[in-house]
């Protein structure tokens, strides 16, 4: 009895080292869900029409752009002086917001924000990594944390900014992180361990800026290409597109410390197919999340306030699940969650593809709304998971900001599929290719997910 106290809290990471990460990695999350209900208001006070959609996808760019540059500065100088260095740019682009005389301040803003968010997930990864390895400690239920505090502000932030551009106007959704960042990092500076990293010396060479340069301007086109692609597609952005990638392979294949190490990714199978299943998983995922409210107020003709409601069940039970999918992961590991999850989306799909329609009854879409929260809940905890596991501790940061990047493209690959599954305004017979399209990509999840268990097996 004596002897089982002390091992029960080594295997634990303490609370305080949790939520200080929590509190920096909610902020990307809410920040890309409360800003959709500002726009009509930020639409209105500068004449923008469609140019305010820059707000949505200048983060969005920003964020898959930055996040493993943010990862390998973490991995060279330290986690903690990142995510604290991130929380001070959020803090800054949150304050200047009242003060911009024009919408394309507000886009840069915007872009600096994403900067700062980019910084909390592969900071917050490293120093989880770090710190369970030093106590020997189980890193499932601090993942499991993470993604909980990820769907939670997906859930309540259309719902938070609602109430806040409706009491204050549309500058309190930005104004909104200053309170969360002070408690963060005055909660960071007490608890999270000082890390030395790898040294200063050198840095600027160590950072490998050609690398990163064309890694951002090869993604910047490949998301900028995908964003377009709703309106006028930018098609010499997609022709630049394998040029700068081929250009950024040759500049990794010759550096001594590359921004990226493509040689060890390529000989990780492990981890290369954690990340082409993530930006798979988001496809699907972001089909639902955007497609899916457009035709409930379209093709099902509910208000804005009962597509809300109708949408919290899924990102709600999202959240709760993934308190029991923790629980499975620290019993059985990550595979099983992704068999789960591939299950449950597959299960959405259909539902969505052959049941769903304008005459459902009101019930039977809240109830297919709350099973559509099951998939993501178990397939975000199970990839991180895999990510966590298969990634070289030494570069968990950059693996963790490649993990976001493989979300974004994931993203903006769903809204350009939107277009073409709903071709035309989202009625009963889009929503139906959309929900084949994502019975289609479970599939390929499921296969995998089984295939992947069975090499493990086999593997002595």
Known sequence: MTTETPRRERTRLPPAFLTAIALGTLLQPLNSSMIAVALVSIRDEFDAGSAASWLLSGLYITTAVAAPAMGRLADLIGPRRVYLAGMALVAIASAATPFVPGLGWLVAIRVLLGLGTAAQYPAGVALIRAESDRRGARAGGALGLLAVCGQASVAVGPSLGGVLVGAFGWQAVFLVNLPLVLAGSVLALRVLPASPGSGRVGLLRRLDLPGMATFAAAMTALMAFLLSVTGRPNWWLLAAFPVLLAAFVA?????????????????????????????????????????????????????????????????????????????????????????????????????????????????????????????????????????????????????????????????????????????GPPADPGLHRMGLSIAAIAVVLLAAALLGGRRRTRTP
Request: glycine residues 12%; neutral net charge.
């Open 251 to 423: 500049l990794e294949l010759r550096a001594a410390e590359p921004f990226l190490d493509l040689r060890s990714l390529a000989g990780n199978t492990a981890l290369t197919g954690t990340y082409l299943r993530v930006g798979l998983t988001y496809v699907a995922f972001y089909q639902i999340f955007f497609g899916l409210p457009q035709w409930l107020e379209q093709g099902r003709g509910l208000d804005v306030a009962l597509t809300g409601l109708v949408m919290l069940p899924m990102s709600g039970l999202a959240a709760l699940n993934v308190v029991y999918a923790a629980r499975l992961e620290r019993r059985r590991g990550p595979r099983p969650l992704l068999i789960i999850g591939s299950t449950g989306l597959l299960a959405g799909g259909l539902l969505l593809a052959f049941v769903l329609g304008g005459s459902a009854s009101l019930w039977l879409v809240f109830a297919v709304s709350a099973l559509l929260g099951l998939p993501n809940a178990f397939n975000s905890l199970g990839n991180q998971a895999e990510m966590f596991h298969a990634a070289d501790p030494a570069a968990m940061g950059a693996a963790s900001g490649l993990y976001r990047t493989s979300q974004y493209v994931g993203a903006n690959l769903a809204a350009a599929l939107l277009e073409v599954v709903f071709a």
